[in-house]
Protein backbone atom coordinates (compact mmCIF):
# COMPACT_ATOMS: atom_id res chain seq x y z
CA UNK A 1 0.00 0.00 0.00
CA UNK A 2 2.65 2.32 0.79
CA UNK A 3 4.46 2.07 -2.61
CA UNK A 4 0.58 2.84 -4.24
CA UNK A 5 0.28 5.52 -2.17
CA UNK A 6 3.68 7.19 -3.10
CA UNK A 7 2.40 7.16 -6.77
CA UNK A 8 0.09 10.26 -6.08
CA UNK A 9 3.41 12.36 -5.40
CA UNK A 10 4.78 11.61 -8.58
CA UNK A 11 4.64 15.67 -10.97
CA UNK A 12 2.80 14.29 -13.89
CA UNK A 13 3.16 17.98 -14.80
CA UNK A 14 4.86 21.16 -14.39
CA UNK A 15 3.89 24.32 -14.37
CA UNK A 16 6.03 27.42 -15.05
CA UNK A 17 4.90 31.44 -14.85
CA UNK A 18 5.02 32.44 -18.78
CA UNK A 19 3.85 35.45 -20.88
CA UNK A 20 1.54 35.31 -23.81
CA UNK A 21 3.16 37.34 -25.96
CA UNK A 22 0.61 37.88 -28.64
CA UNK A 23 -2.10 38.86 -25.71
CA UNK A 24 0.70 40.34 -23.96
CA UNK A 25 -0.67 38.86 -20.71
CA UNK A 26 0.97 36.66 -17.79
CA UNK A 27 -0.32 33.04 -17.95
CA UNK A 28 0.14 29.65 -16.46
CA UNK A 29 1.46 27.18 -18.44
CA UNK A 30 1.82 23.43 -17.21
CA UNK A 31 4.20 21.00 -19.53
CA UNK A 32 4.26 16.95 -19.36
CA UNK A 33 7.26 16.45 -16.97
CA UNK A 34 10.43 14.86 -19.23
CA UNK A 35 10.66 11.74 -17.45
CA UNK A 36 6.64 11.01 -18.83
CA UNK A 37 7.87 11.82 -22.46
CA UNK A 38 6.98 8.46 -24.55
CA UNK A 39 4.75 6.94 -21.88
CA UNK A 40 1.26 6.78 -23.69
CA UNK A 41 -0.87 6.53 -20.58
CA UNK A 42 0.87 9.89 -18.99
CA UNK A 43 -0.11 11.37 -22.13
CA UNK A 44 -3.77 10.67 -22.22
CA UNK A 45 -3.61 11.30 -18.44
CA UNK A 46 -2.72 15.11 -19.50
CA UNK A 47 -4.46 15.90 -22.16
CA UNK A 48 -7.56 14.51 -19.99
CA UNK A 49 -6.33 16.98 -17.31
CA UNK A 50 -6.55 19.40 -19.42
CA UNK A 51 -9.83 18.99 -21.51
CA UNK A 52 -11.93 18.31 -17.81
CA UNK A 53 -10.26 21.80 -16.84
CA UNK A 54 -11.62 23.33 -19.92
CA UNK A 55 -15.17 22.32 -19.61
CA UNK A 56 -15.46 24.10 -15.96
CA UNK A 57 -15.86 28.11 -16.75
CA UNK A 58 -16.60 30.00 -13.23
CA UNK A 59 -14.59 32.55 -10.78
CA UNK A 60 -13.69 29.70 -8.29
CA UNK A 61 -11.85 27.65 -10.65
CA UNK A 62 -8.96 28.55 -12.67
CA UNK A 63 -9.74 28.83 -16.69
CA UNK A 64 -7.80 26.53 -19.18
CA UNK A 65 -7.38 28.49 -22.19
CA UNK A 66 -5.19 26.17 -24.82
CA UNK A 67 -4.10 23.05 -25.17
CA UNK A 68 -1.17 21.94 -27.67
CA UNK A 69 1.54 19.40 -28.30
CA UNK A 70 5.41 19.52 -29.54
CA UNK A 71 6.83 16.53 -30.77
CA UNK A 72 6.78 14.49 -27.75
CA UNK A 73 5.06 16.61 -25.36
CA UNK A 74 2.07 18.37 -24.45
CA UNK A 75 1.63 21.57 -22.32
CA UNK A 76 -1.60 23.47 -22.02
CA UNK A 77 -2.04 27.18 -20.99
CA UNK A 78 -4.26 28.61 -18.13
CA UNK A 79 -5.38 31.35 -16.12
CA UNK A 80 -2.87 33.23 -13.87
CA UNK A 81 -4.33 33.30 -10.41
CA UNK A 82 -2.88 35.85 -8.60
CA UNK A 83 -2.74 35.07 -4.38
CA UNK A 84 -0.90 32.05 -2.87
CA UNK A 85 -1.77 29.05 -1.84
CA UNK A 86 -4.24 28.08 1.59
CA UNK A 87 -0.84 26.54 2.81
CA UNK A 88 0.51 29.63 3.40
CA UNK A 89 -1.78 31.72 5.57
CA UNK A 90 -2.25 28.41 7.45
CA UNK A 91 0.90 27.82 8.63
CA UNK A 92 1.25 31.83 8.81
CA UNK A 93 -1.68 31.84 11.66
CA UNK A 94 -2.20 28.54 13.17
CA UNK A 95 -5.86 28.74 12.24
CA UNK A 96 -7.74 30.87 10.38
CA UNK A 97 -10.99 32.64 11.79
CA UNK A 98 -14.18 31.25 11.59
CA UNK A 99 -15.80 33.48 9.28
CA UNK A 100 -12.88 33.76 6.74
CA UNK A 101 -12.99 29.83 6.92
CA UNK A 102 -16.48 30.13 5.83
CA UNK A 103 -15.64 32.19 3.17
CA UNK A 104 -13.25 30.17 1.52
CA UNK A 105 -15.52 26.34 2.17
CA UNK A 106 -18.11 29.01 0.30
CA UNK A 107 -16.46 29.46 -2.66
CA UNK A 108 -14.43 26.47 -3.05
CA UNK A 109 -17.89 24.78 -3.05
CA UNK A 110 -19.11 27.34 -5.45
CA UNK A 111 -16.60 26.04 -7.57
CA UNK A 112 -17.04 22.08 -6.82
CA UNK A 113 -20.73 22.75 -7.84
CA UNK A 114 -19.07 24.44 -11.45
CA UNK A 115 -17.69 20.98 -11.66
CA UNK A 116 -19.75 18.71 -10.32
CA UNK A 117 -22.19 20.34 -13.18
CA UNK A 118 -19.39 19.05 -16.11
CA UNK A 119 -19.98 15.49 -14.27
CA UNK A 120 -16.27 15.40 -12.75
CA UNK A 121 -15.06 14.53 -9.58
CA UNK A 122 -11.63 16.58 -8.76
CA UNK A 123 -10.18 14.09 -6.45
CA UNK A 124 -7.51 16.44 -4.68
CA UNK A 125 -8.91 18.90 -2.63
CA UNK A 126 -6.54 20.38 -0.23
CA UNK A 127 -4.95 23.73 0.51
CA UNK A 128 -2.08 23.42 -1.69
CA UNK A 129 -4.98 23.16 -4.39
CA UNK A 130 -6.84 26.05 -3.89
CA UNK A 131 -4.93 30.07 -4.30
CA UNK A 132 -6.53 32.63 -2.18
CA UNK A 133 -6.44 36.64 -2.46
CA UNK A 134 -7.53 39.07 -0.75
CA UNK A 135 -8.69 42.33 -3.10
CA UNK A 136 -8.00 46.40 -2.75
CA UNK A 137 -11.24 46.25 -0.60
CA UNK A 138 -10.60 43.34 1.54
CA UNK A 139 -12.96 41.03 -0.67
CA UNK A 140 -11.28 37.59 0.09
CA UNK A 141 -11.26 35.15 -3.01
CA UNK A 142 -10.53 31.59 -3.44
CA UNK A 143 -10.30 29.79 -6.19
CA UNK A 144 -9.24 25.89 -7.13
CA UNK A 145 -6.36 25.52 -9.34
CA UNK A 146 -5.46 22.18 -10.29
CA UNK A 147 -7.44 19.76 -12.04
CA UNK A 148 -4.96 17.26 -12.26
CA UNK A 149 -6.65 14.34 -11.21
CA UNK A 150 -10.46 15.29 -11.96
CA UNK A 151 -12.18 12.41 -13.69
CA UNK A 152 -15.26 11.40 -14.88
CA UNK A 153 -17.63 10.12 -12.32
CA UNK A 154 -18.92 6.65 -13.18
CA UNK A 155 -22.20 6.71 -15.34
CA UNK A 156 -20.11 9.86 -17.48
CA UNK A 157 -19.25 8.78 -20.89
CA UNK A 158 -15.98 7.08 -20.94
CA UNK A 159 -13.34 7.90 -23.31
CA UNK A 160 -11.20 9.60 -20.75
CA UNK A 161 -11.58 7.68 -17.77
CA UNK A 162 -8.15 6.02 -18.19
CA UNK A 163 -7.42 5.32 -14.80
CA UNK A 164 -6.49 2.24 -13.24
CA UNK A 165 -9.94 0.24 -11.50
CA UNK A 166 -8.96 0.54 -8.02
CA UNK A 167 -5.61 2.34 -7.94
CA UNK A 168 -5.04 5.40 -5.25
CA UNK A 169 -6.00 8.50 -6.89
CA UNK A 170 -5.53 11.74 -4.12
CA UNK A 171 -3.63 13.22 -1.01
CA UNK A 172 -3.93 10.67 2.05
CA UNK A 173 -4.62 13.18 4.46
CA UNK A 174 -7.24 14.45 2.51
CA UNK A 175 -8.71 11.67 0.67
CA UNK A 176 -12.07 9.98 1.62
CA UNK A 177 -12.80 6.61 2.78
CA UNK A 178 -14.03 5.49 -0.45
CA UNK A 179 -11.08 6.94 -2.89
CA UNK A 180 -9.07 4.62 -0.01
CA UNK A 181 -10.96 1.47 -0.93
CA UNK A 182 -10.28 2.26 -4.75
CA UNK A 183 -14.17 2.25 -5.93
CA UNK A 184 -15.91 4.53 -7.87
CA UNK A 185 -16.16 8.20 -6.01
CA UNK A 186 -18.39 11.44 -6.90
CA UNK A 187 -19.04 14.81 -6.11
CA UNK A 188 -19.07 13.33 -2.28
CA UNK A 189 -15.76 12.05 -2.05
CA UNK A 190 -14.77 16.12 -3.01
CA UNK A 191 -17.47 17.67 0.02
CA UNK A 192 -15.49 15.21 2.42
CA UNK A 193 -12.00 16.46 1.45
CA UNK A 194 -13.21 19.45 1.69
CA UNK A 195 -14.27 18.85 5.06
CA UNK A 196 -10.74 18.07 6.15
CA UNK A 197 -9.60 21.44 4.70
CA UNK A 198 -12.17 23.24 6.77
CA UNK A 199 -10.85 21.06 10.01
CA UNK A 200 -7.57 22.01 8.84
CA UNK A 201 -8.51 26.04 8.70
CA UNK A 202 -9.90 26.25 12.28
CA UNK A 203 -7.67 23.94 14.16
CA UNK A 204 -4.24 24.41 12.02
CA UNK A 205 -4.04 21.04 11.48
CA UNK A 206 -5.40 17.73 9.86
CA UNK A 207 -7.95 15.66 11.07
CA UNK A 208 -6.28 12.64 10.70
CA UNK A 209 -1.88 12.01 10.85
CA UNK A 210 0.13 9.09 10.38
CA UNK A 211 1.63 6.72 7.35
CA UNK A 212 -0.24 6.23 4.18
CA UNK A 213 -1.52 2.83 5.65
CA UNK A 214 -2.35 4.50 9.03
CA UNK A 215 -4.26 6.76 6.93
CA UNK A 216 -6.19 4.74 5.09
CA UNK A 217 -7.47 3.06 8.27
CA UNK A 218 -8.16 5.96 10.29
CA UNK A 219 -10.24 7.74 7.62
CA UNK A 220 -12.11 4.74 6.69
CA UNK A 221 -12.88 3.55 10.09
CA UNK A 222 -11.46 5.66 13.30
CA UNK A 223 -13.77 8.05 14.94
CA UNK A 224 -13.40 12.04 14.68
CA UNK A 225 -10.86 13.47 17.50
CA UNK A 226 -14.18 16.01 18.06
CA UNK A 227 -12.22 17.19 21.42
CA UNK A 228 -10.23 18.92 18.92
CA UNK A 229 -13.01 21.21 18.25
CA UNK A 230 -13.57 22.38 21.68
CA UNK A 231 -13.11 26.30 20.84
CA UNK A 232 -15.11 26.14 17.46
CA UNK A 233 -18.61 27.51 17.02
CA UNK A 234 -21.41 24.52 17.44
CA UNK A 235 -22.54 25.40 14.13
CA UNK A 236 -19.25 25.15 12.04
CA UNK A 237 -18.46 21.73 14.39
CA UNK A 238 -22.06 20.53 12.57
CA UNK A 239 -21.14 21.00 9.22
CA UNK A 240 -17.57 19.93 9.76
CA UNK A 241 -19.27 16.44 11.04
CA UNK A 242 -21.57 15.80 8.28
CA UNK A 243 -19.13 16.53 5.73
CA UNK A 244 -16.48 13.73 7.07
CA UNK A 245 -19.50 11.10 7.62
CA UNK A 246 -17.37 7.95 6.61
CA UNK A 247 -20.93 7.19 5.04
CA UNK A 248 -21.69 9.04 1.21
CA UNK A 249 -25.07 9.33 1.65
CA UNK A 250 -24.88 10.83 5.41
CA UNK A 251 -22.52 14.05 3.98
CA UNK A 252 -24.04 17.22 1.94
CA UNK A 253 -24.88 15.35 -1.50
CA UNK A 254 -23.87 18.40 -3.48
CA UNK A 255 -22.18 21.37 -3.23
CA UNK A 256 -24.83 23.25 -3.42
CA UNK A 257 -26.71 21.34 -0.62
CA UNK A 258 -23.24 22.41 1.35
CA UNK A 259 -23.60 26.25 -0.28
CA UNK A 260 -27.24 26.86 1.78
CA UNK A 261 -26.18 25.62 5.29
CA UNK A 262 -23.00 27.78 4.99
CA UNK A 263 -24.84 31.05 3.63
CA UNK A 264 -27.48 30.09 7.13
CA UNK A 265 -24.50 29.60 9.65
CA UNK A 266 -22.35 33.14 7.97
CA UNK A 267 -25.59 34.90 8.74
CA UNK A 268 -26.45 33.05 11.83
CA UNK A 269 -22.50 34.36 13.20
CA UNK A 270 -23.07 38.44 11.62
CA UNK A 271 -26.25 38.07 13.34
CA UNK A 272 -25.09 37.15 17.01
CA UNK A 273 -21.87 40.05 15.90
CA UNK A 274 -24.54 42.38 16.23
CA UNK A 275 -26.49 41.80 18.81
CA UNK A 276 -23.42 41.21 21.02
CA UNK A 277 -21.76 44.52 19.75
CA UNK A 278 -25.14 46.60 20.51
CA UNK A 279 -26.03 44.71 23.80
CA UNK A 280 -29.42 43.83 23.02
CA UNK A 281 -31.43 40.76 22.96
CA UNK A 282 -33.25 39.17 20.09
CA UNK A 283 -34.27 35.92 18.32
CA UNK A 284 -32.55 34.77 15.44
CA UNK A 285 -34.40 33.71 12.56
CA UNK A 286 -32.88 31.41 9.89
CA UNK A 287 -33.76 32.77 6.27
CA UNK A 288 -34.02 30.49 3.68
CA UNK A 289 -31.18 30.43 1.07
CA UNK A 290 -31.90 32.37 -1.76
CA UNK A 291 -31.23 30.27 -5.17
CA UNK A 292 -27.33 30.60 -6.80
CA UNK A 293 -27.83 31.88 -9.94
CA UNK A 294 -26.38 29.10 -12.70
CA UNK A 295 -23.64 30.90 -14.48
CA UNK A 296 -23.36 30.01 -18.23
CA UNK A 297 -21.33 28.12 -19.77
CA UNK A 298 -18.97 29.97 -21.94
CA UNK A 299 -17.11 28.21 -25.35
CA UNK A 300 -14.04 28.97 -26.17
CA UNK A 301 -12.41 28.33 -29.17
CA UNK A 302 -9.62 26.64 -30.44
CA UNK A 303 -6.54 28.46 -31.46
CA UNK A 304 -3.23 27.15 -33.11
CA UNK A 305 -0.07 28.59 -32.33
CA UNK A 306 3.59 29.08 -34.24
CA UNK A 307 6.34 26.77 -33.09
CA UNK A 308 9.87 28.61 -32.79
CA UNK A 309 13.20 27.85 -30.46
CA UNK A 310 13.08 29.58 -26.96
CA UNK A 311 15.39 29.68 -24.44
CA UNK A 312 14.55 28.21 -21.12
CA UNK A 313 15.60 30.25 -17.69
CA UNK A 314 14.75 27.51 -15.42
CA UNK A 315 17.77 26.04 -13.25
CA UNK A 316 16.21 22.09 -14.02
CA UNK A 317 17.58 20.88 -17.23
CA UNK A 318 14.93 17.56 -17.55
CA UNK A 319 12.75 19.36 -19.67
CA UNK A 320 15.36 21.01 -22.06
CA UNK A 321 12.74 18.80 -24.86
CA UNK A 322 10.90 22.10 -24.40
CA UNK A 323 13.41 24.08 -26.31
CA UNK A 324 11.55 23.55 -29.40
CA UNK A 325 8.33 25.15 -28.30
CA UNK A 326 6.51 28.46 -26.92
CA UNK A 327 8.43 31.63 -28.55
CA UNK A 328 5.82 32.89 -31.02
CA UNK A 329 3.38 32.21 -28.37
CA UNK A 330 4.65 32.03 -25.06
CA UNK A 331 7.73 33.03 -22.99
CA UNK A 332 8.53 31.12 -19.73
CA UNK A 333 9.42 33.87 -16.73
CA UNK A 334 9.47 31.25 -13.84
CA UNK A 335 7.82 28.12 -11.78
CA UNK A 336 4.40 28.15 -10.80
CA UNK A 337 2.07 26.63 -8.59
CA UNK A 338 3.73 23.73 -6.04
CA UNK A 339 2.35 20.10 -7.70
Known sequence: MESLLSWVAEQWGVTYNAIDVNLRSVVALKVINARFIGDDSA??????EARAAASVRHPNVASVFHLGKSGEGYFYAMEY??????ENPIKRCGRLEPKIALEITSQVAAGLAAIHEQ???HRDIKPTNIMVKLTDRDLLTAKIIDLGLAKPVADAPTEVAI???GAFAGTPEFASPEQFAGVPVDIRSDLYSLGVVLWEMVTG?????????????????APLPLQQLKAIPQNIKIIIKRLLEKDPGQRFQTPNELLGEVASIARAIEVRRNIKHEKSLGTLIQQPTAPRTKLP?????????????FDSLSEDKGNTFLLTVFRTRFFLTSPNYPN
Open 43 to 48: HRRFVR
Open 81 to 86: VEGETL
Open 119 to 121: NLV
Open 163 to 165: STP
Open 205 to 221: HVVFRGSPSELMYLHQH
Open 297 to 309: VIRVPERSIAVLP
